[in-house]
Structures are given as C-alpha cells and as structure tokens.
C-alpha cells in the first residue's frame, strides 16, 4: 500500500466533514473499499464530535495559510507539511517517516514550533 494514496489524517478528518473536493471524496470512498487501516481511520474519525472536527480543521487551515506564505524557503529547506505533522504527533509511521520529522525538527525552528501549534489543536480539547 502506497503512502500516498493512504489517508492522512488531516484529510480523513477533511473526508468525513465532506471538505475534499469531488474527485478527491470519490477517489477516497473507493480506496476505503480496499484498505483496512483507512477504513479503520475513518471510524474513528467519525467518533469525534463534528464541531469538534470543524474547530480543528479550521485552525489547521490557519496555519496552512501562514505556511504558504513561505512556501519556496520551507520547501528548500525541506520542511514538514501540515500533514506530515499531525501524522507524526500521531505516530503515524505508516504514512510519515518519524525519523526524518525528528531530525528536521531538531534543526528547524519553524517547523519546531509548527509541531508545538498543531498538538495544541489537537489535543487541547480532549
Ligand atoms: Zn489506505
Ligand atoms: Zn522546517
């Protein structure tokens, strides 16, 4: 099974709020079909209060925002996608490399810090 095709979990939050776009929710609904840990990750999912969900969504989207903002310095210096983040704070080793997030935050303060706003978002309610 190949990681790019696995959900992340940001976009299995986005799926089960409906917020991917056409292509994306039919590409996800059919590959839910064969694979397991997805279908597994979207039961639980689906178990977090919605406005809970809509509240984290929301909040990541505000610091995508600021992360687009430097997009060329960040993918020059090989920094971590929103996605990547919230996979690792979810030890999620099958879709992110846990080792290489742990090197690049020891040298980088932007993503450090990114680290540190995204377990706010989600765990703070919990
Ligand atoms: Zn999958
Ligand atoms: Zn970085």
Known sequence: MKPTE?????KAYKYVLGKLDEK?????TNHLLKCVSC???VINVRKIPRDKLENRVNAIA???????KFEQERRARGCLSV???IDYIHNRSDTVDTEYVR???L?????????QIIKK????EE
């Not at 696995?6 to 940001?10: G, P, R, T, V």
């Not at 978002?121 to 703070?124: P, Q, T």
Request: charged content about 35%; proline content about 0%.
């Open 62 to 68: 505000q610091v995508l925002d600021t992360e687009k």
């Open 107 to 115: 040298d980088c303060e932007d993503c450090k810090t990114e680290v």
């Open 103 to 105: 090197r690049h935050i």
């Open 24 to 28: 994306e929710m039919e590409f996800y």
């Open 83 to 85: 996605e990547q983040i």
């Open 6 to 10: 696995c959900l992340y979990l940001y």
């Open 39 to 41: 279908a597994q990750l």
């Open 121 to 124: 978002i989600e765990f703070e």
